[in-house]
Nanobody
């Protein structure tokens, strides 16, 4: 079984910064992409940023230039550095891991973290 454990959410004033982390643990043979999604009250879950094996990254237009995703493959950990936070960034942030195999010939699976609250307010 694979688990994703997130950390780093909290309350911050507009213009402030937060850093989220997410570590995948368990029997992991390979892992393709790790990323972050968010869901605000009354809205659908949306992609924030993703890091794909090989080094490519993708960001939502609303966070480009403010958020940076990075990844430590040796630790199966992904980070999201969030700068210049805005009230509209308030949401529950979910870590996501895709293309996860627990054996060399196993199926590819998707896993989600439990979510961490980010609140941007003065």
């Amino acid at each position: 079984q694979v688990q994703l454990v997130e950390a780093g959410g909290g309350l911050v004033q507009p213009g402030g910064s937060l850093r989220l982390s997410c570590t995948a643990s368990g029997s992991i043979f390979s892992l393709n992409a790790m990323g972050w999604y968010r869901q605000a009250p009354g809205k659908q879950r949306e992609l924030v940023a993703v890091s794909i094996s090989g080094g490519s990254t993708n960001y939502a237009d609303s966070v480009k230039g403010r958020f940076t995703i990075s990844r430590d493959n040796a630790k199966n950990t992904v980070y999201l550095q969030m700068n210049n936070l805005k009230p509209e960034d308030t949401a529950v942030y979910y870590c996501n891991a895709e293309g996860v195999r627990t054996t060399w010939n196993g199926k590819y699976n998707v896993y989600w973290g439990q979510g961490t609250q980010v609140t941007v307010s003065s």
